[in-house]
């Protein structure tokens, strides 16, 4: 079997073999069955793309280069494989990434691509064809994806060579617990790049839970925390020494001793915002001594824990990718 095909450094093109099969595959779905087409695509999963070449050359100079070659277009001529007539050239995408990238090329709405899988194969596709303006919109789809699923998105990233959008992905990650740290795309990229993000989310939690045992993020707020205690009944010396002394209702040095390990888990000040904790901050009830309703806004010092949350974290190094 002669080949006559182009390689690239990373395309390998098998346009003009000699083959004894015709009109293997079948049809892609509209539009491109077009019959005026003049070269067909054949996907590795033999779906045949009847497309134009004018169009292809202009949207990809790997396309421009490989349509280059001559195409024969009489099968009777025994010189390569033909598909109704039309030239074959076989690449080694399959049919769904195929049918986005080719769309992409065609004069009609851009192809909106969700799946996380799709946006990473689509990123290394463009890169191999070259198709830069494709790359730039396929990134701009991954960087609105990051919120919806942080480690898939990083393993896209990473997968491409995206540092950006990687340290965006990291640190949309730490919303996740990293018992969630689930994503069928993680078999994409080496245990290394992996670790490097766990690395990353560890330091974060330890930032943020070592926060609980620290006061140099503490604020005056009138109702909840005091320096000199408003009443004896109700306000509680903190019961960690410090330069400061703080008083405060008993509720919250318990939140505080609770959302530690919360916080190391999970190092995103929203998370201890939540229901699940903030619920326990109210709800004292009328103090016995003042007679003042200690039914508080605790939600305050939650407030302040969270934006103390953020500064700790922000100040980890972001992960370092070897690309
Ligand atoms: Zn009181």
Not at 101 to 123: A, F, H, I, K
Not at 157 to 186: C, I, K, M, W, Y
Not at 262 to 284: K, Y
Not at 289 to 310: E, I, M, W
Request: proline share 8%.
């Amino acid at each position: 079997m002669s080949n006559t095909g182009v390689t690239t450094s990373s395309l390998t093109v098998i346009p003009t073999s000699i083959s004894t099969s015709k009109n293997e595959g079948t049809i892609a779905r509209t539009p491109f069955d077009d019959p005026g087409a003049d070269i067909v695509i054949r996907s590795c999963d033999k779906t045949c793309f009847r497309v134009f070449m004018a169009v292809l050359r202009l949207a990809s100079p790997i396309f421009a280069d490989m349509l280059s070659i001559p195409q024969p277009v009489d099968a009777s001529s025994g010189a390569g494989e033909t598909y109704d007539g039309l030239p074959v050239v076989d690449v080694s995408e399959d049919a769904r990434t195929l049918y986005y990238l080719l769309q992409w090329c065609y004069p009609m709405t851009s192809p909106t691509v969700t799946q996380m899988s799709d946006l990473r194969l689509l990123l290394l596709t463009s890169r191999k064809y070259a198709m830069d303006m494709f790359r730039e919109d396929l990134q701009s789809h991954l960087r609105l994806a990051i919120s919806s699923d942080p480690v898939g998105a990083y393993v896209a990233a990473v997968s491409n060579g995206l540092e950006d959008l990687a340290t965006q992905a990291a640190v949309r990650s730490l919303q996740l617990s990293l018992t969630d740290f689930h994503s069928p795309e993680l078999r994409h990229i080496p245990a290394e790049d992996y670790n490097v993000l766990v690395q990353y989310h560890v330091a974060c939690g330890i930032a943020a839970s070592d926060l609980t045992s620290k006061r140099f993020w503490f604020a005056p707020i009138p109702d909840i925390l005091q320096t000199s205690p408003a009443c004896n009944e109700c306000f509680i010396l903190d019961p960690r020494p410090s330069s400061v002394t703080w008083y405060a209702p008993r509720v919250l040095w318990a939140y505080l001793q609770r959302v530690g390990p919360t916080l190391m888990r999970q190092p995103d000040g929203d998370a201890i915002l939540t229901n699940e904790f903030l619920p326990d901050l109210h709800g004292q009830g009328r103090c016995p001594g003042c007679g003042k309703d200690r039914t508080l806004p605790l939600n305050d010092f939650g407030k302040l824990l969270s934006t103390a949350v953020g500064l700790a974290v922000e100040k980890v190094p972001k992960p370092v990718l070897k690309f």
